[in-house]
């Protein structure tokens, strides 16, 4: 019997070893399979870290440009406002002139651009500054037969003539309205180069 069980320790131990091997195998596999999946979420964890910072990046990178374009944006209307105000106060200047020099103002507009028969047509503002007088007066030193319409417009100075052909309208806001494309950048330069 001895010889069957040496033969069945033999057979026992062979197996005990081959399993043992099997195991060790498995363990082996096991541990590589971990290691590699570990690299494989690493190196995951990693592209979505740097995917991320990439989209973070992006994402401030437009919300600046945004806020350039928002500044942009509010600093041009605050330098149109301000051109705006500068238009403003020539009609202002204009129309705090002294009576004598506003009348010459207005009467040099007139002598320009009024034809024979024209009534001119002061603003409310003005009915006391340009009286009927001054308008038939006018008309005498440039030789043309000019009278002071009876009716009066709501701007703030001016005067508009009614003639027959035509109507022109030589009020302080059109005048401005006329001159700023001409003067505007002259005046930005002036108000912004700084």
């Given at each position: 019997m001895e010889g069957?069980?040496?033969?069945?320790?033999?057979?026992i131990a062979a197996a005990e070893s081959k399993a043992r091997a099997i195991v060790d195998d498995a363990i082996a596999e096991k541990d590589a399979l971990l290691e590699t999946t570990r690299n494989r979420l690493k190196d995951?964890?990693?592209?979505?870290?740097?995917?991320?910072?990439?989209?973070?990046?992006?994402t401030v990178e437009r919300k600046v440009t945004l806020a350039n374009l928002d500044r942009r944006k509010l600093v041009l209307k605050a330098k149109q406002a301000l051109i705006?105000?500068?238009?403003?106060?020539?009609?202002?200047?204009?129309?705090?002139?002294t009576d004598n020099v506003y009348r010459e103002f207005i009467g040099g507009l007139v002598a320009r651009?009024?034809?024979?028969?024209?009534?001119?047509?002061?603003?409310?503002r003005d009915?006391?500054?340009?009286?009927?007088?001054?308008?038939?007066?006018?008309?005498?030193?440039?030789?043309?037969?000019?009278?002071?319409s009876?009716?009066?417009?709501?701007?703030r100075g001016g005067v508009?003539?009614?003639g027959y052909k035509c109507d022109k309208n030589l009020t302080l806001d059109t005048?401005?309205?006329?001159?700023?494309?001409?003067?505007?950048?002259?005046?930005?330069?002036?108000?912004f180069s700084r």
């Open positions: 069957k069980d040496a033969i069945i320790n033999s057979i995951r964890e990693t592209e979505a870290l740097a995917k991320a910072e990439k989209e973070a990046q992006k705006d105000k500068v238009y403003d106060a020539a009609i202002v200047k204009t129309l705090n002139m651009y009024a034809d024979d028969g024209d009534e001119i047509m002061v603003s409310e009915i006391r500054r340009l009286p009927y007088d001054w308008a038939t007066k006018l008309g005498e030193s440039i030789g043309k037969d000019l009278s002071l009876s009716k009066h417009h709501t701007l508009v003539l009614v005048l401005v309205k006329q001159i700023r494309p001409e003067t505007e950048s002259e005046i930005c330069e002036k108000l």
